[in-house]
């Protein structure tokens, strides 16, 4: 009997590590999808704009 309330308890605890282990990457799975959607709204904003493209300075132009 003792035995089997060991292993409730270790199992408890697990659950309980393992439950703010998944609360932790939900809050920050739902940050990043906030930044996913602000970057996704500024792009389509520049690119209504005329202005999406990037230039990088040791890209050859397309011409080359």
Known sequence: ?????????????????????????????DLLTRRVEMLMRREGERAQEGSG??????ERPPHY
């Open 1 to 29: 009997m003792q035995h089997l309330e060991e292993q409730i308890a270790h199992l408890t605890r697990t659950l309980e590590e393992l439950n703010a282990v998944v609360t932790r990457q939900q809050d920050e799975i």
């Open 53 to 58: 493209g990037v230039v990088f300075g040791d």
